[in-house]
């Protein structure tokens, strides 16, 4: 297999995780062990920016940031695609080697990755806000799961979005760019701004 065949591979699998289409879904599985509150989600959100994409499978699912053992997309929430891109490159890859963290082994396919697009992060970060945002009330037959009205939900949006720019190298245009995905995906901008 030759190097441009390896690395089309490659980013064939992380598409199937991190496109335009399905990052929002992958950040909402990622949090799944977290307990997916507006910090979780910036943490994540800091943390993709931070750090590379890797090929790390465990007995759970994939844990796709290097050095963030804490965020994996388990297998059970995966479609059928991602399944078999995972399968695929594992498969082809011949760099495999195992990794120790925490008494749990990794198997780690291939070198690191890029990191995952700013903007890609930027969009999903704000469509999980604002299709997310609701407080909870206690009542005698369980929670009620209330929508927060829209200054709140813009208040939230802009302070979480603000403090993810600002704590990562963001490149420039990152906030624009990430506007014009959120246009494309019909995401309303009424209850959420970019404008940071």
Known sequence: MSMEDSSQTIQQWTDFF????????TLQCLLLDTSRT??????????????????????????PIASKHMYI??????NKQQLQALRSDSTNTPQTFTAVYDHDKYTVHGLLLPKVDHVLVLFAANCILAKGLCT?????????MTKLEPPQITYHINTTLLQIVHRCAL?????????????KHGVSLDACSLDT
């Open 18 to 25: 991190f496109n335009e289409y399905n990052i929002v879904n």
């Open 171 to 183: 490149r420039n245009g990152a906030v624009y760019q990430a506007n014009l995905l959120l246009r």
């Open 38 to 63: 507006i910090d979780d989600l910036h943490e994540l959100c800091v943390a993709m920016v931070d750090n590379n994409v890797v090929l790390c499978l465990t007995q759970q699912g994939l844990m």
């Open 136 to 144: 909870s009330t206690s009542r005698k037959r369980g929670f009620v």
């Open 73 to 78: 997309f388990p297998y059970g929430k995966m």
